[in-house]
């Protein structure tokens, strides 16, 4: 298990969006079933890879919903001989997280491991859908990366820092349309 952490400053790529992140997403996904089989009760994209048009970080993230956390160590010695790092509780408790790195140091693959029905899994659809469903809003939201990612080239805590205000605005809004498509 690696020892993690959001707040090391680190270069980071950047990108416009790639029509091919879905179809890697795809292959990841077939990997995925293999090893966790019918442990995984869902496996979905999210993450700006997953919104069409959304410039990003050329990083392919992927939720994997669960009944239960703690039953996963089989799999996470598969992950391991597959060339995947791992860490625990990185996004929020009772979470893993396995991870693919690049030549450079560069993620290439977050592989977020959450339980059913808890607020991480939530906040991951709920907010894709939202930004999917609302292209201007997602316009809005890549615009602001680019400036930030033009702003912190090395500094990816920055970056994330100077996009959060946006994103929680974004979140409440997301949260308020989830609630009024389920009335």
């Known amino acids: 298990?690696?020892?993690?952490?959001?707040?090391?400053?680190?270069?980071?790529?950047?990108?416009?969006?790639?029509?091919?992140?879905?179809?890697?997403?795809?292959?990841?996904?077939?990997?995925?079933?293999?090893?966790?089989?019918d442990k995984a009760l869902q496996i979905e994209h999210v993450g700006s890879t997953s919104i069409p048009e959304m410039k990003?970080?050329?990083l392919?993230?992927?939720l994997i919903?669960?009944?239960d956390i703690k039953d996963l160590s089989q799999e996470t010695l598969e992950m391991v001989d597959a060339g995947y790092e791992w860490g625990e509780n990185y996004i929020a408790p009772d979470t893993l997280i396995f991870f693919k790195l690049g030549p450079d140091g560069e993620k290439l693959e977050n592989i977020h491991v959450c339980e059913q029905d808890t607020p991480k899994v939530k906040q991951f659809l709920i907010m894709r859908d939202f930004f999917r469903t609302f292209p201007e809003k997602a316009k809005s939201y890549?615009?602001?990366k680019e400036?930030?990612?033009q702003k912190?080239?090395?500094?990816?805590?920055a970056y994330r820092a100077a996009k959060k205000p946006f994103l929680d605005e974004m979140e409440k809004e997301a949260y308020e349309w989830a609630k009024?498509?389920?009335i």
Request: aromatic share 14%; proline share 7%.
């Open 1 to 37: 298990m690696k020892e993690l952490d959001k707040n090391i400053k680190r270069k980071y790529l950047f990108s416009e969006y790639d029509p091919n992140w879905v179809n890697k997403f795809g292959s990841i996904k077939n990997f995925l079933s293999g090893i966790f089989g």
């Open 56 to 58: 990003a970080k050329p």
């Open 60 to 62: 392919i993230d992927v």
């Open 65 to 67: 919903i669960v009944k």
């Open 142 to 144: 890549s615009d602001l």
């Open 147 to 149: 400036t930030n990612a």
């Open 152 to 157: 912190y080239p090395t500094d990816y805590p």
């Open 180 to 182: 009024s498509k389920s």
